[in-house]
């Protein structure tokens, strides 16, 4: 059975970190780029990251690089996702995805094959 299953999420005041886990069972990890999401309450889900199962290269979008970092660990089949001076804009449920290519149209959600049900961020003092 194919899962994503994210984990890290909670509730921070401004400034403060989080590190968020994409777990992946039931197919070859190794064959799947990983691609971060998030959606905010009343707005569309929005691609934020991607690392490319080939060679690892990662992608941000512009709002967040320098904040965001993406990593993966292989051997325990997970990516993670490290936010540093969370802002209340960050607020949002937090989704990793799987894909079988190399972060094509990595910000697209139609270009994923599996979904995981999302972790909640909430940022506020």
């Known amino acids: 059975q194919v899962q994503l299953v994210e984990s890290g999420g909670g509730s921070v005041q401004p400034g403060g970190s989080l590190k968020l886990s994409c777990a992946a069972s039931?197919?070859?990890?190794?064959?799947?780029?990983i691609g971060w999401f998030r959606q905010a309450p009343g707005k569309e889900r929005e691609g934020i990251s991607c690392?490319?199962?080939?060679?690892?290269?990662?992608y941000y979008v512009n709002d967040i690089k320098g904040r965001f970092t993406t990593s993966r660990d292989k051997a325990k089949n997970t990516v993670y996702l490290q936010i540093d001076s969370l802002k209340p804009e960050d607020t949002a449920v937090y989704f990793c995805?799987?894909?079988?290519?190399?972060?094509?149209?990595?910000?697209?959600?139609?270009?994923?094959?599996?979904w995981g049900r999302g972790t909640q961020v909430s940022v506020s003092s």
């Open positions: 690392i490319s199962f080939s060679d690892g290269v990662t």
């Open positions: 995805a799987a894909q079988t290519y190399g972060c094509a149209g990595w910000r697209e959600t139609t270009e994923y094959d599996f």
């Open positions: 039931g197919f070859t990890f190794d064959w799947y780029s």
